[in-house]
Every structure is written in C-alpha cells, then in structure tokens.
C-alpha cells in the first residue's frame, strides 16, 4: 500500500520541519483512522484501546 502526504518534500515533513516518518507525533496521518505499529503488540493493542472513542448515540439523539 502506498500514501502520499501534502507536508512531504524530499523527505522533509514542512509541517513539523523534521525528516518524514509517517505516524510520528504531529503527523496529519497520525490522526486519521490508520494505525502506525510501534513493533510491540502489546503496546500498539493498548493505544489502540486508549483511541477508542464510545459514543453514546441514546443520549446525543435526547440532546438534539
């Protein structure tokens, strides 16, 4: 699979002003719905449950 970002050039991120590498603190592609392993199961498992976000549907139908 392949990506493309807007902030590459040459391997620079123009946005944090640092060599690219995707996934890293800052990245836009960090935030999107990919997941970018850290080479250790357990820990990729646990951010993954941390980024989780529940939504409670019920409650925002009753609020609108």
């Given at each position: 699979m392949g990506w493309t970002c807007q902030h590459d050039y040459k391997g620079q991120?123009?946005?944090?002003?640092?060599?690219?590498?995707?996934?890293?603190?800052?990245?836009?592609?960090?935030?999107s719905e990919y997941i970018f392993s850290s080479g250790s199961y357990e820990n990729?498992?646990?951010a993954q449950?941390?980024?989780?976000q529940q939504i409670d549907f019920a409650a925002l139908a009753k609020s609108n």
């Open positions: 991120c123009k946005l944090v002003k640092k060599p690219c590498v995707p996934g890293m603190k800052g990245c836009t592609l960090k935030s990729d498992k646990k449950e941390e980024n989780t």
